[in-house]
């Protein structure tokens, strides 16, 4: 089974407007981190956002939240007031200890296309 | 403080050769993690190094191999080149917390490698 799960490839949204990408996960460990990277065509990852799984708030971050919701195992990303510049790939990604080992694990990426 | 920097930015390089890429940590980062990005298999994970000592490794060949020096600079090796190996290389750094989900990766620009 695939530790961490986008299922849109790509989507469209207006400027302005608000776009949700999402992000299912599996994981047996009860300690695990989530995180949200963009990409553009310039191929640096940057770290946008993070949730723990203990956390009892959604993450926010500017124009970034988490929409958090553990039972389900998702962890979508919401980008409000979207710009030209959220033109990007974007990648969920989720860290959990277990056996001794760190392991980080990414998913597929959404290429989110901003229209003007 | 000064991002993750990774050099050369871009190489081009003819199979059966060897390549170096190098990567210079945050400042403080103690964790140097190598990912290979290609559109058919995506983020695929290489191997981590923490203080010298390489403590996480993905599913790759031996050809692949990496070593992590005193003042956390890491350097990944790739000899024998083949086709297949051209790729994004992804360096990515962090406080390297052996048991803390929430330690948080930062990348670099990366390394396009192109094998002719």
């Known amino acids: 089974a695939q530790k961490i799960t986008q299922t849109q490839p790509g989507m469209f949204v207006q400027e302005k407007e608000a776009v949700t990408l999402d992000c299912t996960y599996d994981t047996s460990d009860p300690s695990y981190g989530l995180f949200w990277y963009k990409q553009p065509s310039s191929g640096e990852m940057i770290f946008l956002i993070y949730?723990?799984?203990?956390?009892?708030q959604n993450a926010t971050e500017g124009r970034y939240s988490l929409n958090f919701q553990k039972a389900r195992k998702s962890a979508n990303l919401v980008i409000s007031a979207s710009q030209l510049g959220d033109s990007a790939m974007y990648f969920c990604a989720m860290r959990e200890y277990s056996g001794g080992y760190q392991k980080v694990t990414f998913g597929t990426g959404t290429k989110l296309q901003v229209i003007p | 403080k000064a991002g993750v920097t990774q050099t050369p930015r871009y190489l081009i390089k003819t199979r059966g050769q060897q390549v170096t890429l190098s990567c210079s940590p945050i400042?403080?980062?103690?964790?140097v993690s190598w990912y290979q990005q290609t559109p058919g298999q995506g983020l695929q994970f290489l191997f981590e190094y923490f203080s010298e000592t390489q403590r996480n490794k993905g599913n790759f060949p031996g050809r692949f191999s990496g070593r992590q020096f005193s003042n956390s600079r890491s350097e990944m090796n790739v000899s024998t080149l083949e086709l297949g190996d051209s790729a994004l290389y992804l360096c990515a750094s962090s406080l390297g917390d052996r048991e803390g989900v929430t330690d948080t990766q930062y990348f670099g620009p990366g390394t396009r490698l192109t094998v002719l």
């Open positions: 949730q723990g799984s203990y956390d009892q």
């Open positions: 400042s403080g980062h103690r964790s």
